[in-house]
């Protein structure tokens, strides 16, 4: 008995200095998450697969980047494993908002328009990179940097969507 008090009592003094329950605690506190999540219509951390660009201008329509993304995390609106394609008007590529094959993204999207197409949420707000070990890059309330599991930021995100 004494013990376990004393393991508990260790556990507690230093259980909220590591480094994986900070970031946690970080990602908790995310500016904007849970608007982010309000007014999203999918939400999902994928792979960039590929990215092209279409021009229906001449049926009229506008400029299209067409971005394909294989699912990994769904948290809204899509299933792991899904591949998915995301229509974003072409000028957003123009101003810079661009996708790499490869790359690793959290995104959460606003629900289609009535010409199919979507953008993330507050601009680059609504994307966040993934690094290679599988950590979302964060900035949080106090402006430092945090990097934190994709499936701890995915259970936040889905805390915040309830709230």
Not at 2 to 11: A, W
Not at 17 to 42: D, I, K, T, Y
Not at 106 to 119: D, I, K, M, N
Not at 131 to 141: F, M, P, Q, Y
Request: proline share 5%.
């Amino acid at each position: 008995m004494r013990v376990h008090s004393l393991l508990l009592i260790c556990l507690a003094a230093v259980l909220p200095h590591c480094a994986p329950c900070e970031s946690v605690r970080q990602a908790v506190r995310v500016p904007g998450l849970q608007r982010l999540a309000r007014h999203s219509g999918l939400i999902f951390s994928g792979t960039v697969i590929r990215v092209q660009h279409l021009n229906p201008a001449a049926a009229g329509g506008p400029a299209v980047t067409q971005t394909t993304f294989r699912v990994q995390q769904a948290i809204r609106g899509v299933r792991a494993g899904q591949v998915i394609d995301v229509h974003e008007w072409g000028g957003l590529w123009q101003m810079g908002e661009r996708y790499q094959p490869g790359e690793q993204v959290v995104l959460f999207l606003y629900p289609a328009s009535r010409l199919g197409l979507t953008s993330p949420v507050g601009g680059q707000l609504g994307r966040f990179q993934v690094n290679r070990a599988g950590r979302v890059l964060l900035k949080t309330e106090d402006g430092r940097r945090a990097k934190v599991e994709l499936r701890d930021f995915a259970a936040t995100v889905r805390r915040a969507a309830r709230e």
